[in-house]
């Protein structure tokens, strides 16, 4: 194998439980095999969803549950490589913070897990109120300092 000129350790994959979510881990896992890296999904609740733990509508407990099944089908995937993959959740809005957003959340976990490469579904605008990650694609873009691939 030659030497490659980038070097990445983890990969950051941003994900909402939509299909467009499973593609990027899928891409992730692809990227983090090429470079012996592990795999870190971040799954962000949408503005409802945010809105609704905050002001006590839902009970946060409900919402994990549904993560955690989801995050536990990116582990297989993961697992199918022999790639780690660990995982998060971060709000994507806030109704506390007011620049909180999507792209700021991906942006801050990247910096916070040192992410070398960051995979993002770029979704359609469908309304779907659990697809959140449309929203962060655009600004991860635009002021992700690691190289990032929009699916």
Same mark, same amino acid.
């Given at each position: 194998?030659?030497?490659?000129?980038?070097?990445?350790?983890?990969?950051?994959?941003?994900?909402?439980?939509?299909?467009?979510?499973?593609? &990027? =881990? @899928?891409?992730?896992?692809? $990227?983090? %095999?090429?470079?012996?890296?592990?795999?870190? *999904?971040?799954? !962000?609740?949408? +503005?409802?969803?945010?809105?609704?733990?905050?002001?006590? &509508? =839902? @009970?946060?407990?409900?919402? $994990?549950? %549904?993560?955690?099944?989801?995050?536990?089908? *990116?582990?297989? !995937?993961?697992? +199918?490589?022999?790639?780690?993959?660990?995982?998060?959740? &971060?709000?994507?809005?806030?109704?506390?913070?007011?620049?909180?957003?999507?792209?700021?959340?991906?942006?801050?976990?990247?910096?916070?897990?040192?992410?070398?490469?960051?995979?993002?579904?770029?979704?359609?605008?469908?309304?779907?109120?659990?697809?959140?990650?449309?929203?962060?694609?655009?600004?991860?873009?635009?002021?992700?300092?690691?190289?990032?691939?929009?699916?």
């Amino acid at each position: 194998m030659t030497e490659s000129p980038v070097e990445v350790n983890t990969v950051l994959v941003p994900v909402d439980g939509s299909d467009e979510s499973v593609r &990027a =881990i @899928e891409y992730a896992v692809s $990227i983090a %095999e090429r470079y012996d890296a592990a795999v870190h *999904a971040l799954y !962000v609740f949408g +503005e409802e969803v945010s809105r609704a733990i905050e002001t006590g &509508a =839902i @009970e946060e407990d409900d919402i $994990i549950d %549904e993560t955690e099944s989801f995050i536990d089908s *990116a582990r297989a !995937v993961a697992s +199918e490589s022999d790639i780690e993959l660990r995982s998060s959740i &971060a709000y994507g809005f806030s109704t506390r913070r007011k620049l909180q957003h999507p792209g700021s959340a991906v942006l801050d976990c990247a910096d916070e897990i040192d992410a070398d490469f960051i995979v993002i579904p770029r979704e359609p605008l469908s309304g779907e109120p659990g697809e959140v990650l449309e929203k962060a694609a655009e600004y991860v873009l635009l002021y992700a300092s690691q190289p990032v691939l929009s699916i």
